[in-house]
Antibody, heavy 126, light 109 residues
Framework: QVQLQESGPGLVKPSETLSLTCTVS??????????WSWIRQPPGKGLEWIGY???????NYNPSLKSRVTISVDTSKNQFSLKLSSVTAADTAVYYC??????????????????WGQGTLVTVSS | EIVMTQSPATLSVSPGERATLSCRASQSVSSNLAWYQQKPGQAPRLLIY???TRATGIPARFSGSGSGTEFTLTISSLQSEDFAVYYCQQYNNWPPGLTFGGGTKVEIK
């Protein structure tokens, strides 16, 4: 059973960099069959995709966050990480890591998030 | 950018009744559509992928349909544990990325 666990500071000051790590167990980030993703959810609001990474280091980011986001992978530790710079109160959210599964479907490949971490609340405040 | 619109925002249903949730894409996403269930304080759970395939362990009362721009999640007979928020999600080929709908809350009538 694949499990993902987020870790990192729960409080970050405005203008600083938010840093989170996702540790994967029961599976390998080096598997070529999956991408590894970050998603966030402001309190009481919906889900926002942040970006994903492939084991090779190839990344894709949400255009609205791209200038501030870096996602990296450490295959030796079976982890992947998120850095979000110049944070403001608007970045306060529960941050989730998740595995991106692809499956064949009409028109090509379908992508969905099949395993999720429990989420970690990050508050941006001085 | 493809925008995903879910309706209604809130759906009031009695236990044992059928629930029908809608998700509309601003342009065709083929069948690249997934559905998730989220309960308070929990991470979302994948229910449906590829528009109509149930994920592992998902009960048969959950079904997905549609393609192109119009999609439906149907819960055939609502159980107490089904009251939750449901999100749809699509994947863009270009620019590559995922987009979620705003969610539908299914509440007890």
């Amino acid at each position: 059973q694949v499990q993902l666990q987020e870790s990192g500071p729960g409080l970050v000051k405005p203008s600083e960099t938010l840093s989170l790590t996702c540790t994967v167990s029961g599976g390998s980030v080096s598997s070529g069959s999956y991408y590894w993703s970050w998603i966030r959810q402001p309190p009481g609001k919906g889900l926002e995709w942040i970006g994903y990474i492939y084991y090779s280091g190839s990344t894709n980011y949400n255009p609205s966050l791209k200038s501030r986001v870096t996602i990296s992978v450490d295959t030796s530790k079976n982890q992947f990480s998120l850095k979000l710079s110049s944070v403001t109160a608007a970045d306060t959210a529960v941050y989730y890591c998740a595995r991106v599964m692809w499956s064949p479907c009409s028109g090509g490949s379908c992508y969905s998030l099949d395993y999720w971490g429990q989420g970690t609340l990050v508050t941006v405040s001085s | 950018e493809i925008v995903m619109t879910q309706s209604p925002a809130t759906l009031s249903v009695s236990p044992g009744e059928r629930a029908t949730l809608s998700c509309r894409a601003s342009q065709s996403v083929s069948s690249n559509l997934a559905w998730y269930q989220q309960k308070p304080g929990q991470a979302p759970r994948l229910l449906i992928y590829g528009a109509s395939t149930r994920a592992t362990g998902i009960p048969a009362r959950f079904s997905g349909s549609g393609s192109g721009t119009e999609f439906t999640l149907t819960i055939s007979s609502l159980q107490s544990e089904d009251f939750a928020v449901y999100y749809c999600q699509q994947y863009n080929n270009w620019p590559p990325g995922l987009t979620f709908g705003g969610g539908t809350k299914v509440e007890i009538k």
